[in-house]
């Protein structure tokens, strides 16, 4: 009886300290802040945020400027120096970043800015079938994935990726910049994830592609 007693003590004194542990975790996990209570009074302060990638752009320098948009509505931009870019993952319009970083001003706009990459977490989210897309859908942000039928070069070295799928296309609009800034090796039947803003031209849904980030090469034919 003697015996079962201290098994039974042990027991409980292995689950109260597991207990503690627990607690203690979760309590120094930083909390996630919503972006639209961000202002002035948080410059200079670090925070914790989590969001959807909502704008991206990259400079020439391979810096990487972002917009991140969560439940509450608020956006704020977060920039990814080339320093800290290079030990990430490629990050993608539409995935979700958790972001730790000090809250600054830069020319009238809050930016939350990340001290290296530990303080980024990207959570990829996963591309949409184009055979779903319609008109209805001009205006947003999509990330899609297809089979190149056609590769087409216009206007000043533009260059339009025809997407197919189920017998459905898309034409992909890369601009001559990005294309000059260097984007990945894509050639007809290869498989290609692209995200950037559905739009109508000529009558037709198009998406258009704002960084050659937002290009990838998923499978070579």
């Not at 597991?18 to 996630?32: D, E, F, K, T």
């Not at 979700?96 to 990829?124: C, M, N, S």
């Not at 190149?148 to 990726?161: A, D, K, L, P, Y």
């Amino acid at each position: 009886m003697e015996e079962k007693g201290m098994t039974r003590l042990s027991l409980l004194c292995s689950l109260a300290g597991l207990a503690i542990i627990y607690v203690a975790a979760a309590s120094s996990r930083p909390r996630i802040t919503a972006i639209a209570s961000l202002d002035n009074n948080f410059v200079g302060l670090d925070v914790m945020i989590s969001g959807q990638v909502v704008e991206i752009k990259e400079s020439r320098d391979n810096h990487l400027f972002l917009k991140l948009q969560d439940s509450s509505k608020g956006i704020v931009s977060v920039p990814i120096f080339a320093r800290t870019r290079a030990e990430l993952e490629q990050i993608e319009l539409l995935d979700i970043l958790e972001v730790k970083g000090e809250v600054t001003l830069y020319q009238g706009e809050l930016e939350v800015v990340p001290e290296d990459a530990t303080d980024v977490r990207v959570i990829h989210t996963a591309p949409i079938g184009i055979s779903g897309l319609t008109s209805e859908n001009a205006g947003s942000p999509v990330k899609v994935l297809g089979t190149v039928g056609e590769r087409e070069i216009v206007g000043g070295g533009n260059i339009i990726f025809t997407l197919q799928e189920d017998g459905s296309k898309l034409p992909v609009f890369v601009s001559s910049w990005i294309v000059d800034g260097g984007i990945p090796e894509i050639h007809v039947g290869d498989t290609l994830q692209a995200s950037g803003w559905l739009q109508i031209y000529n009558g037709e849904l198009e998406l258009k592609v704002a960084s050659a980030s937002n290009l990838q090469n998923v499978e070579a034919a």
